[in-house]
């Protein structure tokens, strides 16, 4: 067998590695995420799968297993982060590609900002997390105008950033729009999901 072949053949086994929902269940607990984080992700992960089978219904093509890891997971070094002074994104990116989770990374480091080029591609993963993140305040579904509100007054301490969470506001309302127009569903339906939506359930 070549070289290039065992590389190859090497490539691709890491790259699938996916972890289970108990899995990431226990590397939550390992990284010590404080229990009101671990609660907002299994909703964010709850929201993002069944987004995930419904989008699949609808001509577009998501692994629900990268989708759930990816949203239990996108949160992991929120809590690290404080006293590193990292941006959790990229910490967790980071974390998560040190235990081998070269497919979950991405969709870590990718959940916090949103912009205009992304929009024109096609539907990730990385950007159903993004948005049923976006979707979940605390451990409650809400909609994007009242989480959008919410980060405003926690976060904006300028005008400046108030400024840019709003055009981050209307960006995100685009990338609804983009999902939503190939479901039969609106996006206020959402609060009707959460507790039910989860793999094999």
């Given at each position: 067998?070549?070289?290039?072949?065992?590389?190859?053949k090497?490539?691709?086994?890491?790259?699938?590695?996916?972890?289970?929902?108990?899995?990431?269940?226990?590397?939550m607990?390992?990284?010590?995420?404080?229990?009101?984080?671990?609660?907002?992700?299994?909703?964010?992960a709850?929201?993002a799968?069944?987004?995930?089978?419904?989008?699949?219904?609808?001509?577009?093509?998501?692994?629900?297993?990268?989708l759930e890891a990816?949203?239990?997971?996108?949160?992991?070094?929120?809590?690290?982060?404080?006293s590193?002074?990292e941006?959790h994104?990229?910490?967790?990116?980071?974390?998560?590609?040190?235990?081998g989770?070269?497919?979950?990374?991405?969709?870590?480091?990718?959940h916090?900002?949103?912009?205009?080029?992304?929009?024109?591609?096609?539907?990730?993963?990385?950007?159903v997390?993004?948005?049923?993140?976006?979707?979940?305040?605390?451990?409650?579904?809400?909609?994007?105008?009242?989480?959008?509100?919410?980060?405003?007054?926690?976060?904006?301490?300028?005008n400046?950033?108030?400024?840019?969470?709003?055009?981050?506001?209307?960006?995100y309302?685009?990338?609804?729009?983009?999902?939503?127009?190939?479901?039969?569903i609106?996006p206020?339906d959402?609060?009707?999901?959460?507790?039910?939506?989860?793999?094999?359930?």
């Amino acid at each position: 067998m070549s070289h290039i072949t065992q590389s190859k053949k090497r490539d691709e086994s890491e790259i699938m590695i996916i972890p289970t929902r108990s899995q990431c269940l226990v590397l939550m607990e390992e990284a010590l995420m404080p229990k009101h984080i671990q609660e907002h992700s299994v909703v964010v992960a709850q929201i993002a799968v069944y987004l995930g089978r419904l989008l699949n219904q609808n001509s577009v093509r998501l692994n629900l297993e990268l989708l759930e890891a990816g949203a239990l997971l996108h949160d992991i070094a929120k809590a690290r982060s404080l006293s590193t002074g990292e941006r959790h994104e990229d910490l967790g990116a980071r974390m998560l590609e040190s235990w081998g989770y070269t497919m979950i990374s991405p969709i870590v480091k990718e959940h916090v900002v949103l912009n205009v080029a992304v929009l024109q591609g096609p539907i990730t993963e990385s950007l159903v997390v993004n948005y049923a993140d976006k979707r979940v305040k605390h451990d409650q579904v809400v909609s994007l105008r009242e989480r959008f509100s919410d980060l405003i007054n926690r976060y904006a301490r300028t005008n400046e950033h108030r400024t840019w969470l709003q055009e981050k506001f209307d960006l995100y309302l685009q990338l609804e729009s983009m999902m939503f127009e190939h479901l039969t569903i609106n996006p206020d339906d959402l609060d009707q999901v959460a507790g039910r939506a989860v793999l094999g359930g």
